[in-house]
DNA sequence: TTAAAAAATGAAATTTTTTTTATTATTTAT
DNA sequence: ATAAATAATAAAAAAAATTTCATTTTTTAA
């Protein structure tokens, strides 16, 4: 990850920056809250470590601001000031997590570890079922070394499924996912594209099909072996 | 949002119950690590607040088994262990945040508060610049109170437009992103769906415009006031 | 076992999207 | 001012997605 740390005291900010260096991040060294400010706007980072006791505007004033032009980069404040009042404010603001000084190291990297991995989920960009992975923004299905494109409603409401695996979806849940609340589309509607996809995945040669629960709607599942 | 609360103690499920409650969020309770999995996997939920010491199974196993099997619901630790190492361990098998009981209830909201708000970042949807906004997955640009549905390569076309606000975008870079690197279009389909981009605009009233800059590329603007 | 209900599917019809082609308009360098 | 290059657009053609309709298949309950 690429990491800002602002944080005025040298000795601390090298440390910190030391300790995820380690860990393979990029790390950029800010040491005033204008310079942090700065260097937030200015680059593309995937986390901000923003000491709330800054000289010139503090990590609050910084988190508002970049917040105010539609920065949305995790921010982990990291300070002595540990009231709950204090803690209270830097998240409302737009803080993502709150550490007390002294920290401990590993706590440190596993917070890190969480705002990253948040992040990495934001932009990920497919999702997996068994032998299936859907390309959210191709809309290409995959499968083994072959995929298939799906149509818009085809996508609509594979990805239905792709996101409820475990849950029976009605044929009324699909209808309002794929056609809105508002269409005249009527079931059946729905059972040509249930015919649609379930073709589309035998022709990948998937094992995993849409069940039919009769009366109440379709699911996800794998292929009986035998 | 709608939260489940998966506690054992029955009078502090009760008390996280009502402090969220009027917060105006609605909650689940469960009472041990099966049902609160159970719970968990049936239900959509937009936060999981567990306890980390449950009868059956713990909540670190709960966790695990959701991550698991794909659900990727915030999860927020309450617990009265709170070693480091307890720490680092729930936040890295896919916990989002850990708080030690007794828990200060204004933190607790506020952590509540930033859960809830990453999880709508999330699954925001929308993409905006002046008085566009283009929601993504419906693929309808509004403007004022007006909409107008894009076809997929407008869609592909003006979102990346909108995600590089202030770039020259080339006819080059338009086509390797809209059509793909390895397609044979030319230069003539994105002069075509520029103008058909256009055209919509128009219909819409919107101020956005995309201007030529001959000889390089594209870029939004905004309609000169006059 | 059979009739009714629910679901699946094939195929045609319709609509929308995308591509192609030809023509017109604009800009720039000479 | 003009020719060449670049860009814009209209309209037709082709392709793809969606809807509709009719028929068949499957399941369930009587």
Chains 1, 2 share one sequence.
């Not at 570890?113 to 960009?125: F, K, M, N, P």
Request: net charge negative.
């Amino acid at each position: 990850m690429k990491i800002l740390v602002v944080e005025d005291e040298i000795h601390i900010a090298e440390a910190i920056k030391e300790l995820l260096t380690k860990e393979k991040h990029t790390v950029d060294l800010a040491h005033s809250g204008y310079d942090g400010y700065y260097e937030a706007v200015n680059g593309v980072y995937d986390l901000i470590i923003l000491d709330v006791m800054l000289p010139e505007i503090d990590g609050f004033e910084v988190t508002t601001k970049l917040r105010k032009s539609k920065n949305f980069t995790p921010i982990l404040f990291l300070t002595a000031r540990d009231t709950i009042k204090d803690k209270v404010h830097g998240l409302d603001i737009g803080g993502d997590d709150y550490l007390s000084k002294p920290f401990n190291a590993d706590e440190l990297l596993a917070r890190v570890r969480v705002l990253g991995r948040r992040h990495q989920e934001v932009i990920a960009d497919e999702l997996l079922f068994e032998d299936l992975k859907l390309n959210l923004s191709s809309f290409d299905l995959h499968c083994n070394d072959h995929f298939i494109h799906l149509s818009q409603k085809e996508f609509d409401i594979l990805s239905y499924f792709l996101k409820n695996q475990n849950s029976i979806l009605s044929k009324e849940d699909i209808l309002s996912k794929a056609w809105g609340y508002y269409s005249d589309a009527e079931f059946n509607h729905v059972e040509v594209y249930i015919s649609f996809i379930r073709k589309k995945l035998q022709n990948l040669n998937s094992k995993v099909i849409i069940e039919t629960i009769r009366g109440i709607g379709y699911r996800l599942g794998v292929q009986n072996a035998e």
